[in-house]
């Protein structure tokens, strides 16, 4: 037992160590995929008074998402400053908090906190955990919230106190949080009641009244907020802009053959890690022991599936559909494989006998936290993604003064990874209106440069690739 014990809690830093490196080698180098480079403009300048709670501000005014979430990470900015390296520490906040959260609910799944590693394992090697969290989403918030609901839900339903009525107002709290933090998919935990009773056929009287609580607190409060003047012109322009066009297929329609069903494929992607070791498990088990999985609870197996789906699948009344949708979804299901596979691992590990190796894994783990230590630092001041934009912009930056108007061509206005950038670093206002402004901005790719020297604009910046900036050449001289 003593080795078992401590074979797990060396298995468990070897997982969070791995866990760690593979985020921060994608959260350390300079670069953001464009969603979460308009987030965190958005929070900089809620931050830095521009704009308010429910009037956000990008290159213009904002309604395309709750406003909690940005508002969170406003905090960041206004207590770290404005760099690159805010939102990234925002990221890791987020990915610290997931981290624990996921602990505190296996310790009160599996009646211990033993065998956590199998958790992590599952949840941070499926490939949006290992995307999302390093690019700054908007989801990743809403699923702390949304995971703490389920917590509180999850204790309010197995024990038996008054104070599980308290957890059911926590819950409710929590999935305010969530729904202002990304909009109606954060509300999922309404379902855990139901999906209790379904899978555990217990408590009536308590699922009952919690999810009373959980209704009615849900949609009072929603409309509380809805009566608030700024909170109403908001609310509704966020429904018409966001949610109605989504579902009606009105803006950024999934281009797959599927349509919104491709939902049910990239879920079964991102669960293939967790699938494939439990699938590695069951049959492992069956050829040494010649017996297949016993689960200690069926129950609580079919419980978190269930939580899973109620996460993901009602998605589908959306055209509209992202893989990093599914963030929120997939803690519930790694919970699902985890205690699926948990005793037989739980087997094996009594049956190592490691007292000769103890000495050596040690060492190995001191000789791995070294490597990947400095394998970190040598991201540090690199570029992970957008290299040439990246480059470029940083040539036009001295060149160009803070929130300037530029003129780009029309087919520039859809390069958002563009705009993003510029918005981050220069607060650039980009316009089609080319005789007002003294800047612009030339893609190679997308744009000619006839219009604008037509209209006297000089090239400014010599030594850039893609991106070029032009001034009016009877205000500029050449650098």
Known sequence: MATRIWLDKWLLSVVILILLTTFLDRAIPEGLFFDGLTYSSIARNLAQGEGSFWHLVYMYEFYEHPPLALALQAVFFQILGDSF???????????????????????????????FWIVLLFWGFSPVVLWSYANNLLDNTMAIFDLLAVIFLYHAFQNSSVWDYLLAFFAY?????????????GM???????????????????????QIILILGVVSTLYFIYQLPDSQQFIQKYWQQQVQASIQGQRDVTASPWGRFVLIEELLVQLLPGLAITFFVVIANWFFNKKWIQLQNNSTFAFFLLVGCSASLPMLISLKIRWFYLIPAIPYFTIAFAYLVAPVVRYWLNKANLNLWKTRLYFTYAIAIIGCSGYLLSKIGTTGRDHILTADLKKIQPFIPQKADVFICQAMHQDWTMIAYFQRYLRTKFTDELHNTTYALLNTDLCSEDE????????????????????????????
């Open 452 to 479: 604008l020297l037509k209209n006297n604009f000089l090239r400014i910046t010599t030594h850039t690739v893609q991106y070029h900036l032009y001034k009016k050449q009877n205000n500029t001289k050449t650098q």
């Open 85 to 115: 390296y805010t939102e990234k520490i925002f990221c890791l906040f987020n990915y610290i908090i997931t981290l624990l959260l996921l602990g505190k609910l296996w310790q009160k799944v599996y009646g211990s906190f033993e065998l």
């Open 188 to 210: 999922f935990p309404l379902a855990i009641p139901s999906i209790y009773y379904l899978t555990y056929r217990k408590s009536t009287l308590k699922v009952v009244i919690i």
């Open 173 to 185: 709290f929590c999935i305010i949080l969530a729904i202002g933090s990304k909009g109606p998919v």
